[in-house]
């Protein structure tokens, strides 16, 4: 593999990657001890925790972080987390990627903590993050958000869901979107079930990861339901902006290339910003690495940029057969 030169010595540092799929269980509550242990700096951040019903009557949960010292309306950036579709959820008002974006693009993010697989495969998840869309553009008035500045975004699985949630957005006649992050984006579940760069190294997430994480999600196959792999779409045209990250030694390059190139022929305004040498999740093991800050400036840039346009409804096309 061709490692990037500031990432080598880390890189060579690094365990075998144990496999969190084997105790789903007790990987989440490593994350959970793991952030109350390293609390997230909320200096000029404050949040509060809303509870969205469910068209069933069960409730979703989400959390909304905002600059403790900006007047509203904010523009409001929808965060689904990460974690393989199956963990990866911080515990309420700690979710640091939340908390460090409303630092970045001065904006209300909504932390959405979608239901999780297997307990609640797809479409559950997807779903859940599509309401809390809309959720927060029906009530952005008492929120303090603005609902013509929108925006989605996550990594990894987070920005599988972001990318749907868009198609989403377009197909139901809205929100309406100014911009979706894609950071290293999970959206095709035929990922890894060919050859991938990190392949034959066991410190690193290879194909097999990927497609643990596809099967609790997606257990009887995305085809099932058409916003369950956001890569399935056939028509990509009428989405918002979006900002692609892809890694060169990341099990989701290829299809994160490929879907950044079919936004691109579709006449999508697409940013790709390629980070040669880096694996999935790099920035967690290098964060002050300046690849990792060069990495996190561009995508963030992108989406605080994006912001500070206001988009209309008549920006959303209308569902095509």
């Known amino acids: 593999m061709r490692v990037h030169p500031e990432l080598a010595p880390v890189l060579e540092e690094l365990p075998p990657l144990l496999d969190p799929y084997a105790d789903i269980e007790g990987t989440r509550a490593g994350l959970h001890a793991l952030a109350r242990h390293f609390p997230a700096d909320r200096a000029g951040v404050t949040s509060e925790r809303y509870a969205v019903p469910r068209p069933d009557g069960s409730l979703l949960a ?49 932390s959405v903590e979608y239901r999780l697989a297997p307990e609640h495969p797809c479409p559950a998840a997807v779903e859940d993050c599509h309401l809390a869309l809309e959720w927060t553009a029906g009530q952005a008035a008492a929120l303090g958000v603005d609902p013509a500045r929108l925006a989605v975004g996550g990594q990894s699985a987070g920005a599988g869901l ?26 095709d579940d035929t990922a890894g079930t060919g050859p991938t760069p990190a392949d034959g190294d066991p410190r690193l997430p290879d194909g097999a990861f990927i497609q643990r994480g596809w099967r609790h999600y997606a257990p009887e196959g995305a085809a099932t339901y058409p916003y369950a792999a956001a890569a399935r779409a056939t028509d990509l045209r009428g989405l918002p902006a979006a900002c ?18 079919r936004l691109m022929d579709a006449d999508v305004r697409v940013a790709l910003h390629y980070v040669p040498g880096a694996w999935h999740g790099f920035e967690m093991f290098a964060p002050d690495s300046r690849i990792a800050r060069e990495t996190t400036a561009a995508w963030t840039g992108q989406l605080r940029a994006a912001l500070q346009v206001r988009v209309g409804p008549q920006a959303v096309l209308s569902r095509r057969p």
Not at 86 to 99: H, L, M, Y
Not at 244 to 261: E, K, Q, W
Request: proline share 10%; hydrophobic share 45%.
């Open 162 to 187: 972001a990318a749907a949630v868009a198609l989403m957005a377009r197909d139901r006649g809205g929100p309406a979107l100014v911009h979706q992050s894609l950071v290293v984006p999970d959206l």
């Open 62 to 110: 989400v959390e909304i972080y905002r600059p403790s010292d900006a007047p509203g309306p904010l523009p409001g950036v929808l965060h689904f987390h990460g974690g393989g579709y199956t963990f990866g959820q911080a515990p309420p008002g700690e979710d640091r990627t939340a908390i460090e974006l409303v630092r970045e693009v001065r904006a209300a993010v909504v």
């Open 244 to 261: 692609v990250v892809v890694c060169g030694l990341d099990p989701l390059r290829d299809t994160g290339l490929a879907y950044a190139r």
